[in-house]
């Protein structure tokens, strides 16, 4: 098949995507999940945000679980769930899309949240944003939520549906309540969510409708190049026991969507006692600590000596090493890489400078792909946050408010961003 016409197929494909994205886009229902006041979105966010504070607010906050129309990793109808928060009396200053980092708990899902208790991340993204006049939606994601599916991890690209259709979905909401959002559209996100931001900002590209029309975007600490940065994250063999097991996790949580999904079996990719028990735990619903500590006690039960070789099977190891498409784990590392296209709203990408779980370098690689593709500098910077308090846990807050001060004022706000 020639190159072109693989490309005449593939836009026609995207083409009939789109349609589909159109008729799915409408509120199915919404929930009130309560509300806070401004002494209690200050406290908030004074605690996770510290020396990175944005500005008190005055005002108090509504939060709505939505259900709305969307597709599946299938790319047929579903109904997903994700959380709206915004300020009481309106946000002028428009509509924030975040998307959130990697969670394997159903129950962590931004929609779960009822302004009580605890809520990482999504405690950051809303005290971050609605303090500042916005309003606030973070999808649940395909898979989580309410919808009950296999999370399509780590699929940038598929997951930024649920991200698209949010947004219809929120102002739907907005109307029914006589509340006013402002027209602006800014997408942002950390982690998992860092790459589905930047899939969901190349996806509202082709959209020509006003409401879809994205005002700026400030993917942070995404992993944007898949195939090539994050696959050699995947396959490092560092001997220490952390590191060995936040592999297993990341691995393991995209092989339980190819199982579930795509039928293929654990022990395509891991080693029969090992891939017994993580079938097992993931068909319990875990949790991530549960998770995490029943590939700990699994792999030292192996023997592991906290070496990949010890608990993959072989073809799957040297398929990773090859960067073998024909295998199906590295094959969709490929098609959701996320970073060589060109942006036409203005971007700043946000990385924390000695990143361990999600390196800079994926930062760099998109950057410079598309630099070289002539998207310029006054459209395009970077924003690496050189702290060395950080890391990838306690860094989205700061990756928050660098991507606030940019909603803000624009890469005027941001001098350090290049």
Known sequence: MTTYLQRSISALLFALLLVSFTSA???????ANGTMSAADLNERMAKVYGKYAVPETATAFELYKVTYRSLDANGKPAELTGLVAWPAGGAPKGLVVYCHGTTVDRDR??????GEGEAPETIEAITGFATGGYAVVLPDYIGLGDHQAAHPYPLSKVNARSGVDIIPAARELARQKNYNIGNSLFITGYSEGGGVAMALTQALQAFTGPEYAVTASAPAAGPYDLSGTTRKFMLE????????ILR????????????????????D?????LANALAVNYNLSPTDDGLI??????TALMRSKNRLANVLQPGFLRAMQ????????????????VYDWSPRVPMMLVAIDGDTVVSQVNTEVA?????RRGVPAERLRRMIIKDTELNHLNGIAPAMSKARAFFDGGFAAVPAAK
């Open 322 to 337: 090859r960067n073998d498409r024909r295998n199906a784990f590295v094959r969709m590392l490929h098609e959701n890489d």
């Open 109 to 114: 899902s931004p929609s779960r949240f009822k």
């Open 237 to 244: 063999d560092t001997g220490e026991q952390a590191d060995f």
């Open 293 to 298: 500590r029943n590939i700990g006690i699994t």
């Open 248 to 267: 297993i996790y990341l691995t393991s949580y995209a092989v339980n969507y190819l199982v579930k999904e795509k039928k293929l079996r654990w022990r």
């Open 269 to 273: 990719f891991y080693k029969p006692t």
């Open 367 to 371: 950057y410079n792909a598309m630099r």
């Open 25 to 31: 886009q409408r509120l199915v229902s919404h929930d």
